[in-house]
């Protein structure tokens, strides 16, 4: 799970409002379709994103590891312990509804985590900051979404330098699961109060820069936003009216 | 010279503390000097920087007693650990110094110029177009001194602002103090590099537990140290050296 990668990939090149509505738009498709085959669809529609992109492989692995556990829950949930009539898949005789119903939300979850990834993977954080400001959004706004954006990354990179200071002093951090569960409190307890620590001070320094929550930027390097980029858009934003209208028509399933 | 701010009887007291940090201070600090603030650890110093550029406690909370004249337009911080300062939103070490005068809505020229003059002060211009992220500490503080400097403060403080600089990018940062002071900025400096800081210091406030102890000119007030005791009884000539490598230096000369 990283942030955004490098690439002049057709997604890098766009305007940074562009990848986020192809997430957004995935998601909301996600929840307005529920089949399984049209699910999947949503899940492939996401993974040619991600190709398009560029971020295949940056994107797959951890959307894979997030799901993993989740659709392994649902398929003891709703695929063993659900209602008849059943099916025999391989080895587990399984609730027929149950499989259906799993196979719908695993891949939602799936359609979400790889339209999201591929978004941050192909977003550039300052190019977002200079798309959002040259729009009128708040100092605070901006900064608020950008840090979520970034969090994990940055967390990344603190939590490989506590855990080299803690290797250095001694810390093992292979061995059993209880082994690496002991060792998981020397990096948590620093990395929690080192962000802490962080923050006060950045707070101080951004505050001396003139960065207030409602404030409004210059703009230096707006990113180009094209007319199909815009036509685009307005398209997705049309395209899920019309799925959650025909959901709706259909009763709301 | 015109004041930029002045305490008196200021008692400042951070949240949930038994004691104050400061107490009873008296002071005013002045444009065009530059005051560094010495004295052991807990005696107060980073928190006399915060108060006096007006970061106390509207930032950090807690409680001030006494009289606080702000008269400068524009306080400037730097700290000692430069990757806490930084925007995280920039993509270029020209941007991230751009930043301040940006979110002041300073005009794109403006801005621009700002900048470049702040890098060039700083010597950091070589560094305009590299990622800051992927900069080294000594670099990175360079680069936070141009960005403190880029939206032109009248007050600048630093707390201890060498600490991830090689000894002569620390020199070269120190030399840079009276430059500054010579535009009319005034500079409060808190460091236990004393050594350097008093070639580049007017003035010198002594701290200890939250009171000001000594305040006057650099020569005669931090001259009463230890190591400045051995280097007058060997003869050396004023300014006497601060430190224990810096007294080396002085009599391997």
């Known amino acids: 799970m990283t942030g955004s990668s490098s690439g002049g990939s057709p997604l890098h090149r766009a305007h940074p409002y562009t990848p986020l509505a192809l997430a957004g738009a995935l998601f909301l498709l996600a929840f307005a379709v529920s089949t399984p085959r049209a699910v999947g669809l949503v899940v492939v529609a996401?993974?040619?994103?991600?190709?398009?992109?560029?971020?295949?492989?940056?994107?797959?692995?951890?959307?894979?590891?997030?799901?993993?556990?989740?659709?392994?829950?649902?398929?003891?949930?709703?695929?063993?312990?659900?209602?008849?009539?059943?099916?025999?898949?391989?080895?587990?005789?399984?609730?027929?509804?149950g499989l259906a119903r799993a196979l719908v939300l695993g891949g939602r979850i799936a359609a979400i985590l790889v339209a999201f990834l591929t978004a941050l993977a192909t977003v550039s954080p300052p190019r977002l900051v200079e798309a959002m400001a040259a729009r009128g959004a708040p100092f605070g706004l901006i900064f608020l979404l950008v840090s979520t954006l970034t969090l994990v990354p940055r967390m990344r990179a603190r939590a490989a330098q506590v855990l080299a200071a803690q290797q250095c002093r001694g810390l093992r951090i292979g061995g059993s699961p209880l082994a690496r569960l002991r060792a998981l409190s020397p990096l948590v307890l620093p990395l929690v109060l080192g962000a802490l620590a962080e923050v006060d001070e950045q707070v101080l320094a951004l505050d001396a820069r003139g960065a207030v929550i409602g404030g409004r930027r210059t703009v230096l390097h707006p990113p180009p936003d094209s007319a199909l980029e815009r036509v685009l858009r307005w398209g997705l934003l049309l395209g899920i009216l019309a799925a959650y209208g025909a959901k709706l028509a259909r009763g709301g399933a | 010279m015109k004041a930029v701010v002045r305490l008196r009887d200021v008692t400042f007291t951070y949240p949930g503390a038994a004691r104050p940090a400061l107490a009873g201070l008296t002071v005013e600090l002045l444009r065009g000097e530059v005051a560094v603030v010495a004295g052991p650890a807990g005696a107060g110093t980073s928190t006399f920087l915060l108060v006096a550029a007006g970061f106390a406690p509207r930032l950090t909370g807690g409680k001030l007693t006494g009289e606080r004249e702000l008269l400068a337009a524009r306080a400037g911080i730097v700290f000692a650990t430069p990757w806490t300062q930084l925007s995280g939103l920039c993509a270029s070490v020209r941007d991230e110094v751009a930043f301040g005068p940006a979110s002041l809505g300073l005009p794109r020229e403006t801005v621009l110029t700002a900048a470049e003059r702040a890098m060039r002060r700083a010597g950091a211009?070589?560094?305009?177009?590299?990622?800051?992220?992927?900069?080294?500490?000594?670099?990175?503080q360079r680069v936070v001194v141009a960005a403190a400097l880029a939206p032109a403060p009248d007050l600048l403080v630093l707390d201890d602002p060498a600490a991830e600089l090689d000894p002569a990018g620390a020199d070269e940062l120190y030399a840079l103090l009276p430059v500054l002071a010579a535009t009319g900025v005034a500079v409060l400096v808190a460091t236990p590099d004393l050594e350097r800081a008093a070639r580049a210091a007017t003035r010198a406030l002594v701290l200890d537990a939250g009171r000001i102890v000594a305040d006057g000119e650099t020569a005669t007030?931090?001259?009463?140290?230890?190591?400045?005791?051995?280097?007058?009884?060997?003869?050396?000539?004023?300014?006497?050296?601060l430190d224990v490598p810096g007294l080396v230096g002085r009599l391997a000369r």
């Not at chain 1, 829950?73 to 898949?89: I, N």
């Not at chain 2, 280097?231 to 006497?240: D, E, F, I, K, N």
């Open chain 2, 125 to 140: 211009e070589h560094l305009a177009e590299r990622d800051p992220a992927a900069l080294s500490g000594g670099e990175l």
């Open chain 2, 221 to 241: 007030t931090l001259d009463g140290t230890d190591v400045a005791e051995i280097a007058r009884a060997a003869g050396c000539p004023v300014p006497l050296p």
């Open chain 1, 46 to 97: 996401g993974v040619v994103l991600a190709a398009v992109g560029g971020v295949l492989r940056h994107v797959l692995r951890p959307a894979l590891v997030l799901a993993l556990p989740t659709w392994g829950l649902l398929l003891v949930l709703h695929g063993l312990l659900g209602a008849d009539p059943r099916v025999v898949v391989g080895p587990l005789t399984l609730s027929e509804p």
